[in-house]
């Protein structure tokens, strides 16, 4: 079992930035191949790929909407993933998730994680 827990959230301007990070209990990241994920949902919205991550750390795919503007990076060591967000616009406003399996591909559906955390709010002001 993993546990996942975000933190970083918070209120911003637009053209702000923020950095979520994804910290995993349960499962060493070195140990297993732990591939990795940020989705975001806002009110009335289905859950939205952003950003997924390989074990290793060298494959990422992104959102359309986010890119360019977010980078997704992890480190191993600290069982950590992380989401530095810029640019960021009213529309970014959701609770972001990260998510996690066990496996050595780069995920972007909601379906194909095993593990979530309880998400963490970020708000955009305009």
């Known amino acids: 079992q993993v546990q996942l827990v975000e933190s970083g959230g918070g209120l911003v301007q637009a053209g702000g930035s923020l950095r979520l990070s994804c910290a995993a209990s349960?499962?060493?990241?070195?140990?297993?191949?732990?591939?990795m994920g940020w989705f975001r949902q806002a009110p009335g919205k289905e859950r939205e790929f952003v950003a997924a991550?390989?074990?290793?750390?060298?494959?990422?795919e992104l959102g359309d909407s986010v890119k360019g503007r977010f980078t997704i990076s992890r480190d191993n060591a600290k069982n950590t993933m992380y989401l530095q967000m810029t640019s960021l616009k009213p529309e970014d406003t959701a609770v972001y998730y990260c998510?996690?399996?066990?496996?050595?591909?780069?995920?972007?559906?909601?379906?194909?994680?095993?593990?979530w955390g309880q998400g963490t709010q970020v708000t955009v002001s305009s």
């Open positions: 998510a996690a399996k066990t496996t050595t591909l780069v995920l972007t559906t909601t379906t194909a994680y095993d593990f």
């Open positions: 991550i390989n074990w290793r750390g060298n494959i990422i």
């Open positions: 349960g499962r060493s990241f070195s140990a297993y191949a732990m591939g």
